[in-house]
T-cell receptor, first 113, second 120 residues
Framework: DAKTTQPPSMDCAEGRAANLPCNHSTISGNEYVYWYRQIHSQGPQYIIHGLKNNETNEMASLIITEDRKSSTLILPHATLRDTAVYYCIVRSPIYNQGGKLIFGQGTELSVKP | GAVVSQHPSRVICKSGTSVKIECRSLDFQATTMFWYRQFPKQSLMLMATSNEGSKATYEQGVEKDKFLINHASLTLSTLTVTSAHPEDSSFYIC????????????????FGEGSWLTVV
């Protein structure tokens, strides 16, 4: 499985954009980038995923570099409830072991008033 | 997003007994389910992958005879921790994936709320 590298922690002011980086330099052409977050003592929550193009949904935006070796998750207006551990995961195709998700250490985002 | 539910959310059992945790996909058919465990201040560790109607595939180092996984239907998978010991105390999390043609889930993986197991 391709591995990802994320900063262990980040702070963000409430109301500002939170930009969470992720390096995945060994990603293969058919592997997707997925983002999940985990609020303390809960199961991970799906945020967004992408292959090549930038993606946006109601929660966040995902910016993937042209060479696909890194990506950035953007929370446009962070709130205190966005405080969580954010995981960037490179996911194998479904035909490869069911497309399982292997979690790294993630980034602990603290949104401060 | 699609909904995955786990039960119980918390369980305490005596050392040497077995405990079962259920994972249900509520609004889609889960072709594949995954079980994880998580210790405090650590990341999730994948234990096994199960497909409906077939035997689970366990990750290296996970004892298949201790952690019994059954995926008997497209909406239910169970994890049974047999002969539990205090070191098995952990947060157990399931996740489920539909197939790519399902409108609700596609092939995105959704997670349950997790189950806290305490073995005393």
């Amino acid at each position: 499985d391709a591995k990802t590298t994320q900063p262990p922690s980040m702070d963000c002011a409430e109301g500002r954009a939170a930009n969470l980086p992720c390096n995945h330099s060994t990603i293969s052409g058919n592997e997707y980038v997925y983002w999940y977050r985990q609020i303390h003592s809960q199961g991970p929550q799906y945020i967004i995923h992408g292959l090549k193009n930038n993606e946006t949904n109601e929660m966040a935006s995902l910016i993937i570099t042209e060479d696909r070796k890194s990506s950035t998750l953007i929370l446009p207006h962070a709130t205190l409830r966005d405080t969580a551990v954010y995981y960037c995961i490179v996911r194998s195709p479904i035909y490869n072991q069911g497309g399982k998700l292997i979690f790294g250490q993630g980034t602990e985002l603290s949104v401060k008033p | 997003g699609a909904v995955v539910s786990q039960h119980p959310s918390r369980v305490i059992c005596k050392s040497g007994t077995s405990v079962k945790i259920e994972c249900r996909s509520l609004d889609f058919q889960a072709t594949t389910m995954f079980w994880y465990r998580q210790f405090p201040k650590q990341s999730l560790m994948l234990m096994a992958t199960s497909n409906e109607g077939s035997k689970a595939t366990y990750e290296q180092g996970v004892e298949k005879d201790k952690f019994l996984i059954n995926h008997a239907s497209l909406t239910l998978s169970t994890l049974t921790v047999t002969s539990a010991h205090p070191e098995d105390s952990s947060f157990y999390i399931c996740s489920a994936r539909g197939d790519m043609f399902q409108a609700t889930s596609g092939n995105t993986i959704y997670f349950g709320e997790g189950s806290w197991l305490t073995v005393v």
